[in-house]
C-alpha cells in the first residue's frame, strides 16, 4: 500500500494512561524499552484533574520501582474518615470518624495526588531505564488490528498487525466541556468516546502519515471506550447507574469544620457529597447532582450548578470558591461494568478501565488499572525474554477477571449506599441506614486498600488442596470454598502444599508483606520489600532459623549445596549473574554478633554473582554482593523488627517463600522440601538455552531507593 511503512516491535501498548504506562515503566526496567512502543491518541496538553486516590498496594509497588518515596512526599494522607449525617431534628451533624487506612495493613496509607504527577513520574522512570529509546508516541491513532492465528504458538513470530495514522495537532486536542476551567471530558473514562470521526470503527481515515506495526503482543490501555477491546470483540456486561455526578476541585471558603479531612456526608433532603482534601490546599468535592431519569442532560451541567447543589448538601455550613480557586470540574453517569474477555489469542490484552468501569468515589479505578498491568506485563516480558513459555499467559485474565468483578460488587454496594437518602428512622425502609454505611465502609477497607488481592491456585500460585478462595462479596472478603481452577496449569500435586510450612502468616496467594530486618554486612536496617525491588525476577526468601543449631546449620549447607549445584544452573544462562532468575534473600535469626557473614553458605551470598557496574572505559568491575543476608535483630536506632514473629516462622527450622515478580506469594514450604523448588520453577521457567538475549540488560540496585 502507498506510502505505509512496516516495522516491528515486541511489544505495543495503546494509550498512555495509569495502565498504559505502568506496562512501559514494567517492560523499561526489565530491559525491553527499545523493542517496545507505546502510542495514545492524545496530545499532551491538558494534565489535570482525574485519579488523586492512590491505595497501599500501588504505594508498595510504585515504591518497588523506586518511585513510591517521591510520590509519598508529594501526596496529601489521609488519615481520618468523617461521616456526617442529619440528627433527629434534621440538622448535619458528625456521627462518626474511622481511621482511613486500616491501622497496621500496610507500610503506606492511603494518599492524595494528581494523577498528572503519577504519570509524571513514571514517564521519568521509562526514559531512564530505557535510556531514553522509549517514549509515549502522541497523536498516533491505530485503526486496524488483525492476528495471523497461524503465529499465534511461535514464540519468535510477531502475528499482531496493527494499522496506526498520525493525527494532526486539532485532532489530537480533546474538546472541553466549557471555555475557562479545565474539566473533566478531556481524558475521562466517563465521558463519551472522542475519537476523531470515521477512524473509531476501524475505517481507514484519509490523512496523516501511516505505518503498519508488527508486534509480537498488544496491549490494549485505552480506556472505558477502549478500541482494542472492540477489536478483540470483547464486550462490556453490567449496567449504567442513574445517577449524575459533578466533581470540584477547589480551594474552598467554608466554615465546615472537617474540611480537611475526608468525609462522606449524606444530607437529609439534598444529596450526598464525599469529601478529600488534597496537595496544594486543594480540596475535592464528589457531589450527587441529579438522578437522569429527572430530565437533566449530563451537558448541561455547569460547575455553578454543582456549586449550589453542594452548598445545599453542607448547609447550615457556608460553601463558596473564590475567583480563580476552582482548579477542574466534571460530570458524569456512572457504569458499572466488567469486559467478557481479557484476551485474544494470548496476544491481544486489554487492561485497565478498558476492562472495568466504575464509579470514582472508592479511588479505585487507577490503582486497579496500574495493578492490571503490573500483573500482565512481566509475564509477558518473561516469555519475550525467553524465561518463561506462553502457557504463563492465561493467568493474567483468570487472576485478574475475578478482581475486576469483586470491584463491582464493590462499588455497586458502596455507591448505593452513598447515593441513597438516609434512612428517617428504624422503620423508613427506603432509607439508607447510616450505621450500615460505616459498617460498609469498614468493611470495604481492606478491600479499598488493594490488600485483600488473593490469586487463585495456578502453575504460579501452590495453594494446600482444599485451600479456600478468598474474594469480596459487598466489599467483605468471604470464603468461596475451592474454586475449580483453570484445567491448565493447576498444580494438582498436594505434595507441593502450604501445609508442610506448617502454621505461618504468610498467605500463598497474597502479596509478600514487609518488615523490619538488618543487613548483616552494614548494620542498617532495612524493610525487607525494600530488596524486593521490581525487576522482573523470581525471589526465594529463606528465614534459615537460627544457625547456632546444628539442624538449622545442617538444612542450610543442603539448601545452599542444591541453589548451586541444581537449582540455579537449570535455570539461568551461564554467562548471567547467578541470581539473574531467582535472587534468593536470606533472614536469620541468629543474633549478628554471634557469627560471620561467611558462617552463611557462599550461594547465599554468591560471590559469583556481581554487581554490573560500568567504569568509565565501559569494563565492568566485579564484586560480590553483601547485600542477601539479612538478620532479624535488635538495632541501634529503630528498635527490633521482630521479623520471625511478624511473618509467624519458626527459628528452630527454615522456612522457604517463593515469591513472584509482582510480589505474590507462590509457594511456601519448610525448608527441608527444598528439592520442591525444581518441580515448581520447572512447570513455567525454560531451560537457558531458550533465553533470549536483549541489547539492554538488568541493571542491579546496590542500594534500594
Ligand atoms: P485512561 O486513564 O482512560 O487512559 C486511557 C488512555 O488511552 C488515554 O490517554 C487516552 O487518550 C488513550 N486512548 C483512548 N483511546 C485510544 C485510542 N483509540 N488510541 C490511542 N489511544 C487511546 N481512580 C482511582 O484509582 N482513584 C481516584 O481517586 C479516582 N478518581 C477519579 C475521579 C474522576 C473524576 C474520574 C473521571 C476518574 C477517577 N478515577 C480514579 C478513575 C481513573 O481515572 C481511571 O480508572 C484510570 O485513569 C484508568 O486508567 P487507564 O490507563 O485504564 O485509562
Same mark, same amino acid.
Given at each position: 500500500?502507498?506510502?505505509?511503512?512496516?516495522?516491528?516491535?515486541?511489544?505495543?501498548?495503546?494509550?498512555?494512561?495509569?495502565?498504559?504506562?505502568?506496562?512501559?515503566?514494567?517492560?523499561?526496567?526489565?530491559?525491553?524499552?527499545?523493542? !517496545?512502543?507505546?502510542?495514545?491518541?492524545?496530545?499532551?496538553? $491538558?494534565?489535570?484533574?482525574?485519579?488523586?486516590?492512590?491505595?497501599?498496594?500501588?504505594?508498595?509497588?510504585?515504591?518497588?520501582?523506586?518511585?513510591?518515596?517521591?510520590?509519598?512526599?508529594?501526596?496529601?494522607?489521609?488519615?481520618?474518615?468523617?461521616?456526617?449525617?442529619?440528627?433527629?431534628?434534621?440538622?448535619?451533624?458528625?456521627?462518626?470518624?474511622?481511621?482511613?487506612? $486500616?491501622?497496621?495493613?500496610?507500610?503506606?496509607?492511603?494518599?492524595?495526588?494528581?494523577?498528572?504527577?503519577?504519570?509524571?513520574?513514571?514517564?521519568?522512570?521509562?526514559?531512564?531505564?530505557?535510556?531514553?529509546?522509549?517514549?509515549?508516541?502522541?497523536? $498516533?491513532?491505530?485503526?486496524?488490528?488483525?492476528?495471523?492465528?497461524?503465529?499465534?504458538?511461535?514464540?519468535?513470530?510477531?502475528?499482531?498487525?496493527?494499522?496506526?495514522?498520525?493525527?494532526?495537532?486539532?485532532?489530537?486536542?480533546?474538546?472541553?466541556?466549557?471555555?475557562?476551567?479545565?474539566?473533566?471530558?478531556?481524558?475521562?473514562?466517563?465521558?463519551?468516546?472522542?475519537?476523531?470521526?470515521?477512524?473509531?470503527?476501524?475505517?481507514?481515515?484519509?490523512?496523516?502519515?501511516?505505518?503498519?506495526?508488527?508486534?509480537?503482543?498488544? $496491549?490494549?490501555?485505552?480506556?472505558?471506550?477502549?478500541?482494542?477491546?472492540?477489536?478483540?470483540?470483547?464486550?462490556?456486561?453490567?449496567?449504567?447507574?442513574?445517577?449524575?455526578?459533578?466533581?470540584?476541585?477547589?480551594?474552598?471558603?467554608?466554615?465546615?469544620?472537617?474540611?480537611?479531612?475526608?468525609?462522606?456526608?449524606?444530607?437529609?433532603?439534598?444529596?450526598?457529597?464525599?469529601?478529600? %482534601?488534597?496537595?496544594?490546599?486543594?480540596?475535592?468535592?464528589?457531589?450527587?447532582?441529579?438522578?437522569?431519569?429527572?430530565?437533566?442532560?449530563?451537558?448541561?451541567?455547569?460547575?455553578?450548578?454543582?456549586?449550589?447543589?453542594?452548598?445545599?448538601?453542607?448547609?447550615?455550613?457556608?460553601?463558596?470558591?473564590?475567583?480563580?480557586?476552582?482548579?477542574?470540574?466534571?460530570?458524569?453517569?456512572?457504569?458499572?461494568?466488567?469486559?467478557?474477555?481479557?484476551?485474544?489469542?494470548?496476544?491481544?490484552?486489554?487492561?485497565?478501565?478498558?476492562?472495568?468501569?466504575?464509579?470514582?468515589?472508592?479511588?479505585?479505578?487507577?490503582?486497579?488499572?496500574?495493578?492490571?498491568?503490573?500483573?500482565?506485563?512481566?509475564?509477558?516480558?518473561?516469555?519475550?525474554?525467553?524465561?518463561?513459555?506462553?502457557?504463563?499467559?492465561?493467568?493474567?485474565?483468570?487472576?485478574?477477571?475475578?478482581?475486576?468483578?469483586?470491584?463491582?460488587?464493590?462499588?455497586?454496594?458502596?455507591?448505593?449506599?452513598?447515593?441513597?437518602?438516609?434512612?428517617?428512622?428504624?422503620?423508613?425502609?427506603?432509607?439508607?441506614?447510616?450505621?450500615?454505611?460505616?459498617?460498609?465502609?469498614?468493611?470495604?477497607?481492606?478491600?479499598?486498600?488493594?490488600?485483600?488481592?488473593?490469586?487463585?491456585?495456578?502453575?504460579?500460585?501452590?495453594?494446600?488442596?482444599?485451600?479456600?478462595?478468598?474474594? !469480596?462479596?459487598?466489599?467483605?472478603?468471604?470464603?468461596?470454598?475451592?474454586?475449580?481452577?483453570?484445567?491448565?496449569?493447576?498444580?494438582?500435586?498436594?505434595?507441593?502444599?502450604?501445609?508442610?510450612?506448617?502454621?505461618?502468616?504468610?498467605?500463598?496467594?497474597?502479596?509478600?508483606?514487609?518488615?523490619? !530486618?538488618?543487613?548483616?554486612?552494614?548494620?542498617?536496617?532495612?524493610?525487607?520489600?525494600?530488596?524486593?525491588?521490581?525487576?522482573?525476577?523470581?525471589?526465594?526468601?529463606?528465614?534459615?532459623?537460627?544457625?547456632?543449631?546444628?539442624?538449622?546449620?545442617?538444612?542450610?549447607?543442603?539448601?545452599?549445596?542444591?541453589?548451586?549445584?541444581?537449582?540455579?544452573?537449570?535455570?539461568?544462562?551461564?554467562?548471567?549473574?547467578?541470581?539473574?532468575?531467582?535472587? !534468593?534473600?536470606?533472614?536469620?535469626?541468629?543474633?549478628?554478633?554471634?557469627?560471620?557473614?561467611?558462617?552463611?553458605?557462599?550461594?547465599?551470598?554468591?560471590?559469583?554473582?556481581?554487581?554490573?557496574?560500568?567504569? %568509565?572505559?565501559?569494563?565492568?568491575?566485579?564484586?560480590?554482593?553483601?547485600?542477601?543476608?539479612?538478620?532479624?535483630?535488635?538495632?541501634?536506632?529503630?528498635?527490633?523488627?521482630?521479623?520471625?514473629?511478624?511473618?509467624? #516462622?519458626?527459628?528452630?527450622?527454615?522456612?522457604?517463600?517463593?515469591?513472584?515478580?509482582?510480589?505474590?506469594?507462590?509457594?511456601?514450604?519448610?525448608?527441608?522440601?527444598?528439592?520442591?523448588?525444581?518441580?515448581?520453577?520447572?512447570?513455567?521457567?525454560?531451560?537457558?538455552?531458550?533465553? #533470549?538475549?536483549?541489547?539492554?540488560?538488568?541493571?542491579?540496585?546496590?542500594?534500594?531507593?
Amino acid at each position: 500500500v502507498n506510502g505505509i511503512k512496516d516495522s516491528y516491535c515486541d511489544v505495543l501498548i495503546i494509550g498512555a494512561g495509569p495502565a498504559g504506562l505502568m506496562a512501559a515503566n514494567w517492560l523499561a526496567v526489565q530491559g525491553l524499552g527499545p523493542s !517496545v512502543r507505546i502510542i495514545d491518541k492524545r496530545n499532551d496538553k $491538558i494534565f489535570n484533574g482525574q485519579a488523586d486516590g492512590l491505595q497501599c498496594r500501588s504505594l508498595e509497588i510504585l515504591h518497588s520501582f523506586g518511585l513510591g518515596e517521591d510520590i509519598w512526599r508529594q501526596s496529601n494522607r489521609m488519615i481520618e474518615m468523617r461521616f456526617w449525617n442529619p440528627g433527629p431534628d434534621g440538622k448535619l451533624q458528625r456521627t462518626g470518624r474511622k481511621p482511613d487506612t $486500616i491501622p497496621g495493613i500496610s507500610r503506606w496509607q492511603q494518599c492524595v495526588l494528581h494523577q498528572g504527577r503519577i504519570e509524571k513520574a513514571f514517564l521519568d522512570s521509562i526514559a531512564k531505564h530505557s535510556r531514553g529509546k522509549l517514549s509515549v508516541e502522541r497523536g $498516533i491513532l491505530p485503526e486496524t488490528l488483525a492476528v495471523d492465528e497461524a503465529g499465534i504458538d511461535d514464540a519468535k513470530a510477531y502475528p499482531v498487525t496493527v494499522e496506526v495514522r498520525k493525527l494532526s495537532e486539532e485532532e489530537a486536542t480533546p474538546t472541553q466541556m466549557g471555555k475557562s476551567v479545565p474539566n473533566g471530558p478531556f481524558r475521562s473514562s466517563l465521558a463519551p468516546d472522542d475519537t476523531p470521526a470515521g477512524a473509531s470503527n476501524g475505517a481507514p481515515s484519509a490523512s496523516g502519515p501511516r505505518e503498519r506495526i508488527h508486534a509480537k503482543y498488544v $496491549i490494549g490501555c485505552d480506556g472505558a471506550h477502549s478500541w482494542t477491546r472492540r477489536q478483540m470483540g470483547s464486550k462490556m456486561e453490567g449496567d449504567q447507574t442513574s445517577f449524575i455526578w459533578g466533581v470540584l476541585d477547589a480551594i474552598p471558603i467554608t466554615d465546615f469544620p472537617d474540611v480537611r479531612n475526608r468525609c462522606a456526608i449524606h444530607s437529609a433532603e439534598s444529596g450526598s457529597m464525599m469529601i478529600i %482534601p488534597r496537595e496544594d490546599g486543594l480540596v475535592r468535592f464528589y457531589i450527587q447532582v441529579s438522578e437522569l431519569n429527572k430530565g437533566v442532560d449530563r451537558y448541561s451541567i455547569t460547575p455553578e450548578m454543582i456549586l449550589k447543589t453542594a452548598k445545599a448538601i453542607i448547609a447550615p455550613y457556608t460553601l463558596d470558591i473564590g475567583e480563580g480557586d476552582l482548579d477542574w470540574w466534571t460530570a458524569y453517569v456512572i457504569g458499572q461494568r466488567t469486559a467478557d474477555k481479557f484476551s485474544l489469542h494470548d496476544r491481544v490484552f486489554i487492561a485497565g478501565d478498558a476492562c472495568h468501569t466504575h464509579s470514582p468515589k472508592a479511588g479505585q479505578g487507577m490503582n486497579t488499572s496500574m495493578q492490571d498491568t503490573y500483573n500482565l506485563t512481566w509475564k509477558i516480558a518473561s516469555v519475550v525474554k525467553g524465561i518463561s513459555p506462553r502457557s504463563i499467559l492465561p493467568t493474567y485474565e483468570m487472576e485478574r477477571k475475578q478482581i475486576a468483578q469483586d470491584l463491582i460488587t464493590f462499588d455497586h454496594k458502596f455507591s448505593r449506599l452513598f447515593s441513597g437518602k438516609p434512612a428517617k428512622d428504624e422503620a423508613d425502609a427506603a432509607g439508607i441506614s447510616m450505621s450500615e454505611f460505616q459498617k460498609a465502609f469498614e468493611q470495604g477497607n481492606r478491600f479499598a486498600s488493594g490488600l485483600s488481592v488473593d490469586y487463585q491456585r495456578s502453575l504460579l500460585t501452590v495453594k494446600p488442596k482444599g485451600a479456600p478462595q478468598s474474594t !469480596v462479596e459487598g466489599g467483605t472478603a468471604v470464603a468461596h470454598g475451592e474454586v475449580a481452577g483453570p484445567a491448565e496449569g493447576v498444580v494438582s500435586d498436594a505434595s507441593l502444599s502450604a501445609e508442610s510450612a506448617g502454621e505461618t502468616r504468610i498467605e500463598v496467594g497474597k502479596r509478600f508483606n514487609t518488615a523490619q !530486618v538488618i543487613c548483616h554486612a552494614t548494620v542498617l536496617p532495612y524493610e525487607l520489600a525494600d530488596w524486593i525491588v521490581s525487576d522482573g525476577r523470581w525471589r526465594v526468601v529463606y528465614f534459615c532459623g537460627d544457625i547456632r543449631d546444628a539442624a538449622c546449620k545442617n538444612e542450610m549447607q543442603q539448601f545452599g549445596d542444591y541453589l548451586a549445584s541444581r537449582l540455579v544452573p537449570r535455570f539461568t544462562p551461564q554467562d548471567q549473574d547467578f541470581d539473574s532468575v531467582i535472587e !534468593v534473600l536470606t533472614v536469620s535469626a541468629t543474633p549478628r554478633v554471634e557469627n560471620e557473614m561467611q558462617d552463611y553458605h557462599p550461594a547465599l551470598r554468591p560471590s559469583t554473582s556481581h554487581h554490573h557496574r560500568p567504569t %568509565p572505559d565501559g569494563s565492568y568491575n566485579v564484586s560480590p554482593d553483601y547485600h542477601k543476608i539479612f538478620v532479624d535483630d535488635e538495632t541501634y536506632h529503630q528498635g527490633h523488627g521482630r521479623a520471625y514473629e511478624k511473618y509467624g #516462622v519458626r527459628t528452630d527450622r527454615g522456612t522457604v517463600v517463593v515469591i513472584r515478580p509482582d510480589g505474590y506469594v507462590s509457594l511456601l514450604v519448610e525448608a527441608k522440601e527444598y528439592a520442591q523448588l525444581g518441580d515448581f520453577f520447572g512447570k513455567f521457567l525454560l531451560p537457558p538455552g531458550e533465553h #533470549v538475549t536483549h541489547q539492554h540488560t538488568r541493571k542491579k540496585r546496590t542500594t534500594p531507593k
